[in-house]
């Protein structure tokens, strides 16, 4: 398999994304627009990966439903391969947000399909072709948070993955903890925003450079922290370095996150020094949030 592959396993499935222009309380009934359009963490990241010409394939579960024949068809579209997905039983996994003039309002991610297929979305870099543990996959491997934290905690430890230039994020505050085994892996690089960071350490961090020197501190090998409009910081092998995002009025936040890691990676794997890495990352989350969404038509 060609070395330039990069490898997104976790959420692959759909982004409805209702968005109003004004504030919103608990129970408001608002006008605004709603998209569809492909999503999930491990979709999002390859997506971004392909717009910077780098060669990515998504790992995940999609049902055998109309719906997940349509993911698919639009996924290959955007230039990411598709042919590890899973095909399951259980319904295309969906995700549900409501976004208003300060960010996000609520969401709900059903990834059902994703935590059936469980250890099965493993399987070619494990049995092949990909990889198998005497001769495991040696390229960029991006993992998110919507797989199952027993699922996590044994990619951590397994050989077929010793190889890998682990790429870690949570997916969301609530599944935070489930990357803390990636705090003892060798290289691994996590993702985090500073609440998230937080969550994994168990106590409040004050910025961002606190929380990455801190994780650095707990065994994290390398780790860029974010938290929002403030400073952002990156460390790694006892340097921290920090900047700060343009100051901006977001379109829509959903996936800003996972452009951000997309660009880090991509800057990175092309010899791009540390603080050139992160500027390149604050900057593509700032075009992501200031650009109007672009929803894939129901299909």
Known sequence: MSADLLLCIGAVLWDVIGRAPRPMAPGDDRPGRISRRPGGVALNVAAALARHGLRPAVLGAVGRDAEGAALIAATAELGIETRWLCRGAQPTDIYM?????????????????????????LAPLIEGPLGTPDRPFAGTVVLDGNLLPGLLAKIAAHPAFAAADLRVAPASPGKAERIAPFLARPGATLYLNRAEAGLILGRELADAPTAAATLRAAGAARVLVTDGSKAAAFASDDRLVAACPAPVEAAHVTGAGDALMAAHIAAELGGVPAEAALAAALAAATRHVTAEADPCPSR
């Open 97 to 121: 947000a409501i976004e208003d003039a300060t960010g996000l309002v609520a969401a709900i991610a059903d990834a059902g399909g994703l935590e059936a297929a469980g250890a099965a979305v």
